[in-house]
Each structure stands twice: as C-alpha cells, then as structure tokens.
C-alpha cells in the first residue's frame, strides 16, 4: 500500500483521484503496490463527495505523514505550490506536478532539490496533457542530439485559430465560442496572449538542452492581433496560422520564441486542428518525430500524472536522463538572430516601390478585396535585427506595418 | 566504463557502434557511466575499420566476459538470435534488439527470461525505428487503459503506396523505385506481403493488452494486390489506401489484422506519406495519441537502440511497467468478429441487382473510365462473418470479387 496525497481538488486533481479509483488494479499492478489516495489538501470544503473525510486544509499533516511516499501537486500558480512542493522534496516524498507554471519558473531548482533528496519530481502533465512528450524527450531520444523543438502547445489558441481558418469566423467571435464550449476560461489572457505555450517552449527547451531557459528569456506574442486578413494572404502562401512554441539550437547556445507563425501546409503540423496539440521535436539522427494528441482535459492530463505516480514508486532514486541544471541566462541567444522567412503587412501609399526598396524581391500575396494601399508579403529568411532595420525604414516612409510573423516549416 | 557488445555489424550494429563513439560525452553523462564497445560479434570480417580489433566470431567469448553488461542483438531472424540473447540473458546480461521477428516470435519468453535474472530485454527499435512508441506504451499510458493501436509500421510499402496515389504509378514501377532509392530489399516479401507489419503489431498488441499475441493469430494481407483501380475508388470515397496493422480491445479478449485498408482522409493517419510511420494509440481517458516519424533508417534505429542502452544501464533491476505475459492463443478472438465498413470491387453482368440483393444499401463509388461490369461500393460496418457470407452469394451468382478491404478512421 502506497499513500498519496493530492494538492489541489480542482480540474486535474479530482481526475487524478478519479483515476487512481477507476483503474486501481491495472495501475497498482504496473506500480508493483497498491496505490490510495491518502489525503487531500484543499481550502474548499466538498462535503457531498465519498471520499470526503481525505479532505484536509493543513499542508503540515500531509508533509508530516511518514507513510505518504508521493504527493501530487495540482493546485497551478508559484506560490504557495513552489513552497508546498519544496517541503515535500525535503521531507523525502517525490513529487508530482501538472503546474506548467511551477516548472517553467522553477524547474531546475525542483528537479535539483529532488535529486539532493533521492527523490524524483516529475511533470509529464504540465506539456501536451495526455500525450507521452517529457519522458519520450529526455528518455526515448537520450541517445540523440536535439537540434529544434516547434510545438502547437495551447488547445484554446489552437481552436479559435482552427474557426477563423475553417469557418472565417472573427478573433472574438472565436473566443466567445471557445468560452462557451468550455475551452477557454473567463480570463482568457494566459492563453490568447501566449504565456501558456511560452512556458511549455520552456519546460522543453530547458529539457531538450540540458539548462533552465526561462520566460522572460523568450519573447511572446499571443494571437489577439490576428486578423482574417492575415489567414487570408497566409492561405496564398500554402500556409496556416499557428500558435507556435520554438526553441533551436544556434550558434553552441539555444533561443525560443513564442508567437503566430505561418506553417506550410506541407508540414505535418499545419493538420492539426481544434484542440489538439502536436509537438515536433527534431533529432540529430532520428529527424522529426511528432507527438500528437488532445492537449487538455480533466482525465487525459490525470492519466499523465498518475502515469507519474507509477514512475515515482517503481523509480529506484532519481531517474538518471531527467537533467536540467540551471543557468544564469547565458545559455539563451536572443531570437532575434534566428533568420527564417518572414510575413509582413502593411499599408500605405506608393507601397510597392517602398518594399522594393526595403526588402528587395519580396513575395506578393492576394487576398480577395485586397485594397490598393494594402500589401502583404513574405521574405527572405532575414535574422531579426535586419527585420527591425528594415520595418524602420518602412516606417520612416510612411508605411504603417499592420502584421509581422514567422514563416516556419517551408522547404 | 560499460561494456557493450554487439551482435551483427548490418545496417543498424554499424550504427549502434557510430552513435555510441560519435555521442560518448552526451551518452556517457546520461547513462552516469562511459559506455564502449568492447567486442562486435560478426561472421565477417571488417579488417579496414578503425574498430577491427573489436571483432569476433565467438559468442562464447562475449557471453563469459564478465565486464560486458548490455549485449545488443542485431542479426535478425530468430536462429540463432534467440539462443544467444538467452544464453546472454541467464548469464546476467541485458539485452536489446531491434529485431522484430525475434520479438514477436519470442517476446514473453524473453521478457521473464529477463526478470528471472534481474535484467533487461528492451526492443523499442523493434517497432518505428527512432519513433519512441514501446517505452510510451507501458510507461507513459500506464494508467491509461489501452483500447485500440492502429499503426502505418511499414516504411517501404508506405512509400510504394504514395507513389501509387500521389503519381499514379502501378506497383511493379513503384516497388522497383523503392528499390532503387534502397527503401526496398532486393526481397520485398517481408515487406509487401505484410509479414513485417504483421510482426509489429503482434509487439504493440503484446504490449497494450499484456499477453502475446502471436503472429499465426493474425491474418495478414499485403499490398501487392492493391491497384490503381482501387485507389481511384478510395478518393472517391475521400480515403487512401494505406497498409495498416490493427488491434483492439472486443468482447474481453482483442483481436489483431494486418491488410491494406480505405483510410478516412479526416484521419490523422491519412497524410503519412512516402518511408514515415505513424502509430496511433486510442487510450480510454487519454482518447488519441499519435506517434510519427521516420520508421527506419540506420542512424534513427541505432539512436533508439542506444537510448535502450542506457535504460539498462540506469534501470536498477527489470523495468517495473514493460508488462508481457506468455499466452496459449485464447486471448486473441478471431478478426472477424469486428464488425467495420468494408470496400468491395467486383465484375460481372447485372452487378446492380446482385449487390442489393447480397448488401443492402451500399454506397457506390466512382473512377473515371470505370468499365460497365465492375462496380466498388462500400458497406455499412458488418462483421468478417456477414462479408464471407455475402461474397458467398455474390460468387454463386457468377460475379468475380476483385479486392476487399478494410474501411477506417470514418467518424
């Protein structure tokens, strides 16, 4: 009999007690022990639950609780998890976490304090929900160098994208929708301004590479700013628009970048629709893999954790490919050195002998009803900083440039 | 420092010994110890690599070196394959292969042979070469039950297939290409006959469910039947034609087939083109995850075998979750108790009458050119049984039935 105890009652945490319930003898037979929900902390009360005398409001009972061996942290946000789950490490539990948040500011830190503790701290959930994408990345592709990680990582995003390509339905309207189904929560702004796919870019890089890359190394953009004209010119180019996750080696260090990009429709991610996410991970060796899946849901993302739960019981001491050291920022190159392709929009009078003279041969884009002071187009792949050189010169001319993104996954 | 040696210097044993020197740092630093080669097994002789010395022609020599703690096997075949990696297993090795034949033959045998001695027996190159698919299976998904497995696990009809859709070649000139391009062997039986696609999802199916599923349990069909004819057909129906194995859960036991199958173009299977693979795995919380790649090729085989390696190395003691135990066949029921839509081409005179006398409702399907006398339709799902039957009668009636096929992945 091993204990557990859960942090949070929320979304994921009362799937992870529903799972650990439904699939006890499966999962206590991979475990090698049977495995129970020990306690769980919550300031809520849930008095008409089964299970409701596990309830408890003190951290201190469950930390304190020699036989609880791991302890699964869903409760999302910093604070007071990072301090919850630091005390746990100490106290010689493993620990479990689906808070992407935690682990993108703190990560490394955890990951270190586990070890110090000869316990593990593992965080399967917090990237792609139900789909195997940590362990694959540290474990599976061990023996292979990373060279770039590209990841739709956001459901929410991915779905208004998804209706304001497929239906020409507005960023609002889309937004209301996914509100409305569920998908996106009141305060939509961790995901529609891209803070929830910046930390999971994160999580990766910092795995894939071996040191902490941190958010504020990265910089965000989210999808409040995409218009239907954009998917409309996008659509000329054989692309759609995507919230993108990346993260590339480059020049012995690493960048990342979050934002919209047009994605080739020739690349396996550009079919990946609605909720879904898919992640890309390309090896030195092994080339592109692709994990594809529903990124969210209650039971999908407790599968994970509990999945987690198993790895913790059967691990003897800390698992050995799980390695990330920390950094002081030196690992990280601005993406601005990065030189992709480029979309840009713009308007302005006399437009196209202003282009020309900035960007040289530039590739034109048609939308129907295309005004005459509107252009869009694609580039050469320019590094950032020519890109800011040359969005200066259009705009010292009077161009007012309406849209710029990456252009990834074109041969 | 760990020794490894190496059984068979083919494709993926030169390999193995190229990623092992080329990533030693990395390697090393995961596995927490230096991994070398120490001796290569091979009826050959290699006297112009800069590793000759390595080589040997005598098991017995690497069997009864006790500093050699990992034997990878990658001869092929199960004799003598077998007999070393047992012999290997009971003298305290671990042992990992890419040999699907040996797996699917012998897989739980091997398993608890391993576990009986406090060892290893890995094989996730066995399945999608560099594709991490086996270690997600049983660890990743461990709390997740497994439903169905539908896999493209065969790059070189995959490709003969896209070229048979996207160029309208016929199979003889698209086989030949695979050929030429070293996709092919200059034996193709094991690949277009399905032999090989009927193997892995004997492993995926041994996994997933937990009791070997056997080879001889799986009816398997190949692609050399497939015409351009049927592929027009399928586009019609908005499908492609795709070799699949398949495996599902159905009535307590699963059921296994490997056969050339109409592919919904809605499905996430449907744009796996050229030599990739994909593996799409219907857990019961976690819905679908897909796993895609390049399934083979030297350098990706070989990463997927050395990050076995250093599992070996870093597991403390048989990995708990890889779950494999041996059946005497009653587990598996037969595939035709899955009841799915079928595809059907046939000729002959009044085909009209016949079929909706033999079928029902149908839904006929049109090429162009398609000659007076032949017809293709699809059916309503019915079992294996309901078809034999219904082709019974067709056949009574004088009408030739050309193809049949499995319809998948239409909501």
Known sequence: ?????????????????????????????????????????????????????????????????????????VMGGVTPAFDFVSAALRAGKSVVTSNKELVAAKGAALVALAREHGQNFLFEASVGGGIPIIRPLHQSLAADEIDEI???????????????????????????????????????????????????????ASLAFGSHVYPDKVPTQGITSVTLEDIQYAEDENCVIKLLGHTRRLNGKCFAVTGPCLVSRESPLAGVDDVFNAILVRGEVTGDVVFYGKGAGKLP????????????????????????????????????????????????????????????????????????????FTTAPISGYELEEKLAALTAQGVEVLSTMRVWGQQ
């Open 150 to 204: 590209v990841g739709i990582l956001n459901g929410t995003t991915n779905f208004i994208l998804t209706k304001m390509i497929r239906e020409n339905m507005g960023f609002d309207a889309a937004l209301k929708m996914a509100q409305e189904l569920g998908y996106a929560e009141a305060n939509p702004a961790a995901d529609v301004e891209g803070i929830d796919t910046c930390r999971k870019i994160c999580i990766l």
């Open 301 to 376: 993302t407790a599968s994970a954790v509990v999945s987690d739960i198993i790895d913790c019981v059967t691990a003897d001491g800390p698992i050995a490919t799980l390695q990330w050291s920390d950094s002081d920022g030196n690992n990280v190159i601005d993406s601005r050195e990065d030189a992709v392709p480029r979309y840009l929009r713009c308007r302005g009078e006399g437009l196209f002998a202003k282009i020309g003279a900035a960007f040289g041969e530039v590739h034109l884009l048609r939308r129907p009803g295309k005004p005459a002071d509107e252009e869009a």
């Open 1 to 73: 009999m091993i204990a557990v105890a859960v942090l949070g009652h929320g979304v994921v945490g009362s799937g992870v007690v529903e799972v650990l319930e439904r699939s006890r003898a499966s999962i206590g037979k991979k475990a090698g022990a049977d495995l129970y929900v020990k306690k769980i902390l919550d300031i809520r009360e849930f008095p008409h639950l089964p299970y409701a005398h596990l309830f408890t409001k003190s951290f201190e009972e469950i930390v304190s609780d020699p036989e609880i061996r791991v302890v699964v942290e």
